[in-house]
């Protein structure tokens, strides 16, 4: 199973709140994932970002590649 790191989007119409979860590849945007790491909310001043870098470690340790957007949002 190839798994990725992406975010996932919650909230309402034109209120964006995001999780960065753990999924398979295959799967859509906004179905089951396998872990939820942290989140990131882009309306708030500045940026919310939290996530557990343990986590996050660990999955790209075990082969998870990581989307791009998830590069730019973690800084890694």
Known sequence: MA????LTRMG?????FYRIVVTDSRKRRDSGWIES???YNPLTEP???KFDEE???YWIGVGAKMSD?????TGK
């Open 55 to 57: 986590r996050l470690k």
């Open 3 to 6: 798994t990725v790191i992406r």
């Open 37 to 39: 790491i942290g989140y």
């Open 12 to 16: 309402r119409k034109k209120r964006p």
């Open 47 to 49: 940026e919310t970002i």
């Open 69 to 73: 957007r998830v590069q730019r949002i």
